[in-house]
């Protein structure tokens, strides 16, 4: 077991640009091999952010969004799910999991679930996404994937053989549930995903707070991002600090170089899918770089 806080937590709500609001919701804990999440970044540099256990992994966190827009509610990933072997699980260093058990434990209905984004179609993002019995988890709402992820995962491309959860994105099709957009759709006022592609052919990130000037009196004007893996720890903010994981690193590279000078520039408060400490921050730019904002 981890030495961390408590496998289930929620974080207090954040109201951004249209009156979204934003909670983290902590769905358990993996432990990805340091030397595949960071690639060819040298350890002594990554070795000054964080450090392993004594197998060389890393402690990170399964964290999801729940969303609030209007009178609807967004999931956004559904972690590592209920279907690994405890094989899996031991190698992996997973405890939890679960996203409905994990919405269950801080008070939430997984049945209120409107939307569920799946950011791609890896295992600790789309683990979740079917019960034991192959049943969509969330029975009412539409799961939202990038069309050229969903061809992907159907493709036959030897890389990507048995690592994208194709049964499950299935089951979801079948049940008539499954939504697959392409590029950039909004799907509530104030919540919208963009195809970043770089780790996946169809990775998408989630950007939040109506851009559309209005609103109520008094009412909050920041936007945030969810950038999927993207950027999946706040240890990745230098933008040329790719994983072995990514499939393309070189547009991941160039989506990164813009996203994270306009999240520095824009005020952006960002959500970082594994990371293991407070969420969400603010970067800023400095002559090394970007790093976190330190608060006011």
């Known amino acids: 077991m981890s030495d961390g806080p408590p496998l289930h937590e929620i974080s207090s709500a954040r109201r951004y640009a249209g009156g979204v609001t934003v909670r983290v919701v902590r769905a358990g804990w993996f432990r990805p091999d340091a030397g595949g999440f960071f690639g060819v970044v040298p350890a002594p540099l990554w070795r000054r952010v964080t450090s392993t256990d004594d197998r060389g992994r890393l402690l990170c966190r399964l964290n999801l969004l729940l969303i609030e827009a209007g009178t609807?509610?967004?999931?956004?990933?559904?972690?590592?799910?209920?279907?690994?072997?405890?094989?899996?699980?031991?190698?992996?260093?997973?405890?939890?999991?679960?996203?409905?058990?994990?919405?269950?434990?801080?008070?939430?209905?997984?049945?209120?679930?409107?939307?569920?984004?799946?950011?791609?179609?890896?295992?600790?993002?789309?683990g979740g996404m079917v019960d034991e019995a192959g049943r969509p988890l969330f029975p009412r709402a539409r799961y939202v994937v990038q069309r050229d992820e969903a061809e992907a995962a159907r493709g036959d491309e030897l890389r990507l053989a048995g690592i994208m959860e194709a049964e499950q994105l299935e089951a979801v099709r079948a049940a008539g549930q499954l939504a697959e957009v392409a590029g950039e759709v909004e799907i509530m006022d104030g919540v919208t995903v963009t195809r970043t592609g770089g780790h996946t052919?169809?990775?998408?990130?989630?950007?939040?707070?109506?851009?559309?000037?209005?609103?109520?009196a008094g009412d909050s004007t920041e936007r945030a991002i969810f950038f999927g893996d993207l950027?999946?720890?706040?240890?990745?903010?230098?933008?040329?600090?790719?994983?072995?994981?990514?499939?393309?690193?070189?547009?991941?590279?160039?989506v990164r170089s813009e996203l994270v000078p306009r999240a520095a520039a824009e005020g952006w408060w960002c959500y970082f899918t594994h990371d293991p400490g407070d969420l969400p921050i603010q970067i800023e730019a400095t002559e090394k770089g970007f790093r976190v904002r330190e608060p006011a």
């Open 201 to 216: 052919r169809g990775s998408q990130a989630v950007l939040i707070g109506s851009s559309r000037p209005g609103g109520r």
């Open 231 to 254: 950027i999946p720890t706040r240890w990745q903010l230098p933008v040329r600090w790719t994983s072995a994981y990514d499939d393309y690193p070189i547009d991941a590279v160039e």
């Open 72 to 126: 609807k509610r967004i999931l956004v990933e559904t972690g590592t799910g209920v279907r690994m072997s405890d094989k899996d699980r031991d190698i992996k260093g997973v405890e939890g999991g679960d996203p409905a058990a994990a919405l269950r434990a801080v008070g939430e209905d997984p049945e209120s679930i409107d939307f569920v984004v799946v950011t791609h179609l890896h295992y600790d993002h789309a």
